[in-house]
Each structure stands twice: as structure tokens, then as C-alpha cells.
């Protein structure tokens, strides 16, 4: 059974940094793209970053672009996203996903696999 786990989710203030992390239990986790979405209380699940395959091509919403870092560790099957200078506005539960075409899609559609959520709150 495929599992994906976030961590490294909690509360900051505005300014301040978090580090998420996705631990993905795929065997074929180089093989996929990985993506982080977020979920607002009363809105949509919305795109936030995605990395390819290989790690070499990266894509980011236009709202956390310059502030946020995406990366993954294909020998640890793990993906990362580093938070810097956050807003309130960020404040949301944040999903983990794979998408096995490898390539740096944005849409939910396109991501077979999902985490739990990890939630992130940034006061201000």
C-alpha cells in the first residue's frame, strides 16, 4: 500500500520559516513527479510547487514564488518544501502528492497519490 506522510508542519509567526517534509513508501518514487498543494478552511485545494522526476525542473504558484524552495531526495524517497518569510495568508493544511508522469504538473488531477496533510498555521 502506497503511503505518502508529511511532517513538519506547526505554528510560526509572520517572517518566521517552517521545513516540510514527504516521506513517500513508492517503489517507483524516482519515477514521479511530487507536488505540494494546500488547503485553506472553506476554500479549494490549490497548487503551491511541483518537481520533476529527476529533480532538475521545478514549478511554483505565483504566491509563494521567491519565498518558497521545493526539493527531493530520490535515495530517501522523500520530497521537501522550505517556507521562508510566511504569511498569514499561508496558513493551511498542506498535501504531499506524486503524480507518476514525472513531469511538473499543476493540476490536482494529475496527482495520484496523496498524503494526509500536515497543518501549517503562521500567526501574525
Known amino acids: 500500500q502506497v503511503q505518502l506522510v508529511e511532517s513538519g508542519g506547526g505554528l510560526v509567526q509572520a517572517g518566521g520559516s517552517l521545513s516540510l517534509s514527504c516521506v513517500a513508501s513508492?517503489?517507483?518514487?524516482?519515477?514521479?513527479?511530487m507536488g505540494w498543494f494546500r488547503q485553506a478552511p472553506g476554500k479549494e485545494r490549490e497548487f503551491v510547487a511541483a518537481?520533476?522526476?529527476?529533480?532538475?525542473?521545478?514549478r511554483y504558484a505565483d504566491s509563494v514564488k521567491g519565498r518558497f524552495t521545493i526539493s527531493r531526495d530520490n535515495a530517501k524517497n522523500t520530497q521537501y518544501l522550505q517556507m521562508n518569510s510566511l504569511k498569514p495568508e499561508d496558513t493551511a493544511v498542506y498535501f504531499c502528492?506524486?503524480?507518476?508522469?514525472?513531469?511538473?504538473?499543476?493540476?490536482?488531477?494529475?496527482?495520484?497519490?496523496w498524503g494526509q496533510g500536515t497543518q501549517v498555521t503562521v500567526s501574525s
Open positions: 513508492l517503489r517507483t518514487f524516482r519515477r514521479n513527479a
Open positions: 518537481i520533476n522526476s529527476g529533480g532538475g525542473t521545478t
Open positions: 502528492a506524486a503524480s507518476p508522469g514525472g513531469f511538473t504538473v499543476t493540476q490536482r488531477h494529475e496527482y495520484y497519490y
